[in-house]
């Protein structure tokens, strides 16, 4: 069964940069389109970027796009998004998840799985 731990988060100032990382286990990931998700408080539940299968397509979410980069590397089992010029407003727990067989990748989907626990990333001065 895939599995999926994140980790990489921290503490960040604004305009700072971050790389946070998913290891996926039980599965490869070759076959998935993996996500990256975000939770702050107060706010709501966003799809941040996700990459396809074959890693031909990527789409990030307006709020951080030309700052964030997702990619990944399914012989090492990982995906990592790595995050440029940071702002509070990016402050949350970020997850990643996996759709299965999505040969692009659609983060409106209700079927995402695999989550992991998430790692938190605070940017603040």
């Known amino acids: 069964q895939l599995q999926f731990l994140e980790s990489g988060g921290g503490l960040v100032q604004p305009g700072g940069s971050l790389k946070i990382s998913c290891v996926a286990s039980?599965?490869?990931?070759?076959?998935?389109?993996i996500g990256w998700f975000r939770q702050a408080p107060g706010k709501e539940h966003e799809g941040v970027s996700c990459?396809?299968?074959?890693?031909?397509?990527?789409y990030s979410a307006d709020s951080v796009k030309g700052r964030f980069t997702i990619s990944r590397d399914n012989a090492k089992s990982t995906v990592s998004l790595q995050m440029y010029r940071l702002e509070p407003d990016d402050t949350a727990v970020y997850y990643c998840?996996?759709?299965?067989?999505?040969?692009?990748?659609?983060?409106?989907?209700?079927?995402?799985?695999?989550w992991g626990p998430g790692t938190q990333v605070t940017v603040s001065s």
């Open positions: 990459v396809s299968r074959r890693d031909g397509y990527q």
């Open positions: 998840a996996a759709v299965f067989g999505d040969r692009l990748c659609d983060m409106t989907r209700l079927d995402y799985s695999a």
């Open positions: 039980g599965a490869t990931l070759d076959t998935y389109a």
